[in-house]
C-alpha cells in the first residue's frame, strides 16, 4: 500500500464512526465536511444529466437525501418559502411546503432567502428560514413542529444550517445583537440548550460540524472572531482560537487530528488541535499560513495529507496538512461560492457557472483530472455543494435541480 493510500485510510477509519450506516442526510453529508466514502464519478458532461427538474422561487442550498426522497428549498422574494420533496430517481415532485415570512429580510447580493441546506435523520426534514422560523416535517410533509428562533436583523442574511445528532436539531444563530448556539429536541421542537455566542457578529453563516476527540464528540464552529468547540450534551463551551479576520463563513475541516479553518475575509489559514480548553490560540495553534486569492466561501478540505482551499476568485491553494507549508498556487477558471467535496483520491469543486473541477492530490503541481460543465450559457448561478447519492451526483442551480449519472 501506498504511502497516499495509507493516509487515506487512516483518515477514513478516524471518520468511520461518523459515516457508519448514514445517508446524505445533511449539508455536505454525514460528516458535515463533504466527505463521501462511495466511490465518486470523475468524469460527466451535459448527456450524462439523467434528470433535471424546474423548481418555484430560488436558492442556495444543497440537496439531502432519505431514501429515494431528496430535499431542497427555494424562495420567492422576502414573503414565500419553499420545501420540495422530489423524487430521487426521476426528479418527480412529491409534495411541496409553502412557508409565509410576515418579517422584512434584507439580503446580499451573494446570499438569498434559502440559502440554509435541510437536514433529515430519515423520519424527519427540518428547515430553517432565518426570520422565517424553523420547521420539522415527516417525510411525507405532515407538519410536526415550528419554531421561531428570532428576527436576524441584518442586511446579509443567514446561511447557517440545521445539523441533527442523538436527537437533537442544532443550530447557529449567529446574528447581530444577540447570538447563540441552540439545540432542540428532534420529536418536540423543545430546546434542550441554549448556549450564548459573544461574537457580535454580522451575521451567522457557519454550520457547526461533530469531531472526535480522543473518543468524545464535540462541537466546532466558526465564527466572526474565530473557531470553538462545544459539548454536544449540554452546549458548554470547551475551547476557542481566535481567528484572522472576520465573518467566519467558511465550514472547518477536521482530519482526526487537525481542525482546519479559514475566516471568510482575508485572513490566514490556520491547523487547530481540538483536545485544549479556554483560549487554545496560544497552545494549540499548530500552524497558519497565507491564503492566497482574497475573499473565501468555499471550506478548507483535506485530502491525503494535503490541505487545499480555493478562494471565491478561484485561485487554489495547496499545503502540506502537518506544517502548513504551500505546496503550490494556482487558480481555477470561474468564481467559486459552494464549498468541495471530497473523496479518499480527489478534491471535488463547482463553479459558479456549473462547472465542477476534480483535482488529484499533488504536491509538485495542480492536476486537474477533469473538468465537467453542465450548461453552455452564463443563465444559471451554482453556489450549492455537490451531494453524491448512490453512483449519481446531485447540485442545483438558482432555480433548477440536476441528477447526473454516467451512462
Known amino acids: 500500500m501506498t504511502r497516499k493510500l495509507t493516509i487515506g485510510c487512516a483518515c477514513f477509519l478516524l471518520l468511520a464512526p461518523l459515516l457508519f450506516g448514514a445517508e446524505w442526510h445533511a449539508l455536505r453529508g454525514p460528516t458535515g465536511m463533504g466527505f463521501c466514502a462511495e466511490k465518486m464519478l470523475i468524469e460527466w458532461q451535459k448527456k450524462d444529466i439523467l434528470w433535471s427538474k424546474e423548481i418555484e422561487g430560488e436558492g442556495q442550498s444543497s440537496i439531502v437525501q432519505a431514501g429515494d426522497k431528496i430535499f431542497v428549498t427555494s424562495a420567492k422574494e422576502n414573503n ?30 451573494m446570499n438569498g432567502w434559502a440559502t440554509a441546506t435541510p437536514v433529515t435523520d430519515g423520519k424527519y426534514v ?17 407538519k410536526k413542529w415550528s419554531m421561531d428562533l428570532g428576527e ?19 443550530q447557529n444563530c449567529d446574528a447581530i445583537g444577540k447570538s447563540r448556539l441552540v439545540a432542540m429536541h428532534l420529536e418536540t421542537g423543545k430546546i434542550a440548550w441554549d448556549t450564548p455566542r459573544i461574537d457580535k457578529p454580522k451575521g451567522g453563516w457557519s454550520t457547526p460540524i461533530v469531531i472526535l476527540v480522543q473518543g468524545k464528540e464535540q462541537l466546532v464552529l466558526n465564527g466572526e472572531f474565530g473557531v470553538k468547540g462545544y459539548s ?29 479553518v479559514i475566516n471568510g475575509k482575508p485572513g490566514d489559514l490556520y491547523a487547530v488541535d481540538p483536545t485544549g480548553s479556554g483560549n487554545i490560540t496560544k497552545t494549540h495553534m499548530k500552524w497558519h499560513a497565507r491564503r492566497n486569492g482574497g475573499r473565501d466561501l468555499p471550506s478548507p478540505a483535506s485530502v491525503q495529507g494535503l490541505v487545499f482551499a480555493t478562494s471565491m476568485s478561484g485561485i487554489i491553494t495547496c499545503y502540506d496538512a502537518k506544517t ?38 499533488d504536491k509538485e503541481k495542480l492536476i486537474i483530472r477533469s473538468q465537467n460543465s453542465l450548461i453552455k450559457d452564463d443563465t444559471e448561478v451554482f453556489r450549492s455543494t455537490l451531494s453524491p447519492i448512490e453512483n449519481k451526483i446531485y447540485t442545483r442551480s438558482h432555480s433548477k435541480v440536476y441528477c447526473i449519472q454516467k451512462k
Open 80 to 109: 414565500l418559502r419553499f420545501l420540495y420533496c422530489l423524487d430521487r430517481k426521476n426528479g418527480d415532485l412529491l409534495w411541496q411546503k409553502e412557508i409565509q415570512n410576515e418579517r422584512i429580510e434584507s439580503i446580499h447580493r
Open 232 to 260: 454536544i450534551k449540554d452546549g458548554k463551551e470547551l475551547w476557542f482560537c481566535e481567528s484572522f479576520n472576520g465573518r467566519g463563513s467558511p465550514v472547518p475541516f477536521y482530519d482526526g487530528k487537525l481542525v482546519f
Open 152 to 170: 436576524f436583523p441584518s442586511h446579509w442574511g443567514v446561511a447557517a444550517s440545521p445539523i441533527i445528532h442523538n436527537g437533537l436539531v442544532i
Open 324 to 361: 502548513g507549508k504551500i505546496y503550490w498556487v494556482d487558480r481555477l477558471k470561474g468564481a467559486f461560492s459552494g464549498s468541495p467535496t471530497v473523496s479518499a483520491n480527489f478534491y471535488y469543486i463547482q463553479s459558479e457557472a456549473g462547472t465542477t473541477f476534480v483535482i488529484k492530490p
Open 126 to 142: 427540518v428547515v430553517f428560514f432565518g426570520p422565517a422560523g424553523m420547521h420539522c416535517f415527516d417525510l411525507e410533509g405532515n
